[in-house]
């Protein structure tokens, strides 16, 4: 089986995984499109200084895991609940200092005059006049998925800092590249892309990779 990175042999050709490119699966996509996987939802970070992270949490199959991210989503069902249209929150990784968490708000479709901004920045605010547990913080960054990003927090220097962290491809992008890729916004579309991707800035000539 001559198939890399997941790729299956079909007996004539290599039936690649999503976002597997090549003959042999052998390459990354060189551009990928999350705005739909994100869905109408505002990503957040949040770090939480009183747990220490372990390799379990790593595994979201893991106990661990679990039972963090449900103790997680309960304090933060505590603290969105008042913000018009929330619908629960979705943990898409776990990573250390102390334990990290990179999650988005799901939110339902605005009813009316509501704008996505306004109830964005309602998010943001709750989140940085929470009565927080001693030892635990959020971390000052905000964005929107589509449109203009938003928002700076407490001691954050630049409104786009949610685009610029590779945190937001990880969990969308091949596990074998996903340290090459990072956020691209253009227009309402958020992708994944690497330097190798053309037309964007600072792209390089890859040729084959």
């Keep these: 089986d001559p198939c890399q990175n997941g790729g299956h ?3 004539i050709s290599c039936a690649c995984p999503r976002n597997v490119e090549g003959t042999f699966c052998q390459f990354g996509a060189s551009t990928i499109n999350i705005t739909a996987e994100l869905g109408l939802s505002v990503m957040m970070l949040a770090r939480v200084t009183n747990r220490n992270f372990s ?3 790593g595994d979201t199959s893991s106990t661990t895991y679990r039972s963090f991210v449900d103790e997680f989503g309960r304090t933060m069902d505590r603290i969105y609940h008042n913000i018009s249209g929330y619908r629960g929150t979705q943990v898409l990784t776990l990573t250390r200092g102390s334990v990290v ?3 988005k708000v799901l939110l339902h479709q605005p009813a009316g005059d509501t704008s996505f901004d306004h109830r964005a920045r309602e998010l943001l605010a709750a989140a940085n006049t929470a009565a927080q547990p001693r030892n635990c913080s959020h971390s000052a960054g905000r964005c ?5 990003p938003w928002g700076v927090g407490r001691g954050q220097g630049s ?4 685009y610029s962290s590779p945190e937001l491809c990880r969990k969308y992008t091949p596990a074998n590249f996903s340290r090459y890729y990072y956020p691209y916004r253009i227009q309402s579309s958020l992708l994944c892309v690497t330097n190798c991707t053309l037309n964007i800035p600072s792209s390089i000539s890859c040729n084959s990779g």
């Design 9 to 11: 042999w079909t007996g």
């Design 55 to 57: 390799e379990d949490m």
């Design 101 to 103: 968490v990179n999650y």
């Design 144 to 148: 929107r998925v589509a449109g203009t």
């Design 159 to 162: 409104p786009d800092w949610c």
